[in-house]
């Protein structure tokens, strides 16, 4: 068989024409789907960004939350500590409102000289001591000795009788009294004695 050149344009022809027709067929479907996954990409990049809007004032939210617990939990804290040192400070202040004085070895001969010294037992303090129903609440209080000893070991001596170290006494700031210094009489009982 044999095709002229005429014929062969026109065949040429055609099957453009037939490609055309068929691209035009397939671009019309891909055309219809590619405006519907550009609407949908739009769709979606919109929806991202009000997410990512909704997340940032969710976080801004958070922080401010965050900061404003913060700067409760602290108020807290220093409340209870300034209450815990108001209380601490109550207690000494009612602690040393009152205080119990002990004598010992009345001044009964020469030479002797006025001692004094603080007392404390933590137990009798606190109400621990095992086996005792009830404890003096005399000994919520500063408890201070005055002791007439003719010196300073002595008095300590007479102290560490009076109140021993194995039953939980402590005996702190011994000192002597001034203008009590060793005379050659004896000083008279129920004279004022000098703190």
Known sequence: ????????????IVGAILAGVLLMELLRLVISDVYELLARHAKVKQEIQQIQRTAEKLVAANRDTTRMRDQRIAQRFRDTSALQRLEKE???????RVEVWHDLGPPSALGMALYSADIANSALTNGVVAGMETICPLWRHLHRARVWARTEMEARTALENEF????????????????????????????????
């Open 1 to 12: 068989m044999h095709i002229d050149k005429p014929d062969l344009v026109i065949l040429a």
């Open 90 to 96: 109550c207690e000494e202040f009612e602690r040393r």
């Open 164 to 195: 021993a170290l194995a039953d939980g006494f402590t005996v702190t700031n011994l000192r002597q009294v001034q203008g009590s210094a060793p005379s050659g009489g004896l000083a008279p009982r129920g004279a004022p004695v000098p703190v």
